[in-house]
């Protein structure tokens, strides 16, 4: 049996046939859609979500598979005091697989260790978040049709953004990458992500503040939501909120083939008029997070399809 923590929990081999397995799954849902027939999904969720909770309930359904579970701390027994690692023993004899998101750091991982039925982190606090890696790898290698040799902007909350931390952690595997990591001085990527992920494995990355800067110099732009359940006091979240916005003069510096993508929710960082621009793939992306999850539900069910 296998859980998902980290994106490194697979091998970039693993990676590429769930990849492969989204895009045959897009190319052909009428052959996976009764696949998970009598099989559960439990969607456990400690704290707010539209896009992932929703995007694993409607994986599971295109599987022909159901779905179970609560979306905030309040509405289960942790409000009052069940501890995560009874919350799953008991969740494991309801569900065959379970997709958990918590604010705390680490707690996916201790359900794991409690669990009989595969464990998805769906999100633990400012730590990591695989499953919008594995989406954003599905959504990158579908519009641009390749992983490796290409300079990545990311854009916004890189302390806090645990997307960002996640999808630095898969990139770096492939060949040619390079980051332009582009945030206030006060939000830069953590030092273990710099030292451990990045100096580590001998990547070319620069930090700057301004987006303007480096645009034309880019082949993706990531951009992210500053984060403002992680901030220890309003203030500064409202200094940091709208120290980017990206609008259409923005854009205008970027090339014709930069794509933009955002895990979503957007607040004021990408201006509603760049919505039409074809360089802007962020819905898609929500398209492509759906198959991303088929093929990580089955991945992880084992399920055998002919
Ligand atoms: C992200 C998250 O929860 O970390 N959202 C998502 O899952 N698509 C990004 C965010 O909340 O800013």
Known sequence: MRHLMSPLDFTVEELDKVLSLAGEIEKNPEKYAHVCQGKKLAT?????????RLS?????????????????????SAAKGESVSD???MISCYADICAMRHPKEGAPLVASMHSSIPVINAGDGGHQHPTQTITDLLTIKSLKGRLGNLTIGLCGDLKFGRTVHSLINALVRYEGVKFVLISPEELRVP????????????IEYKEVVRLEDVMSELDLLYMTRVQKERFFNEEDYVRMKDFYILDKQKMALGREDMLVLHPLPRVNEISVEVDDDPRAVYFKQV????????????TLLNTKVE
């Open 44 to 52: 456990i969720f400690y704290e707010p979500s539209t896009r992932t």
């Open 56 to 76: 694993f309930e409607a994986a599971m359904m295109n599987l022909g598979g159901n779905v179970l579970g609560f979306s905030s701390a309040a509405s289960s």
């Open 87 to 89: 919350t799953i023993r």
């Open 191 to 202: 030092g273990y992500i710099r030292e451990e992920v990045l100096d580590a494995n001998g």
């Open 287 to 298: 398209q492509y997070g759906v198959y991303a999850r088929m093929a990580l539900i089955l």
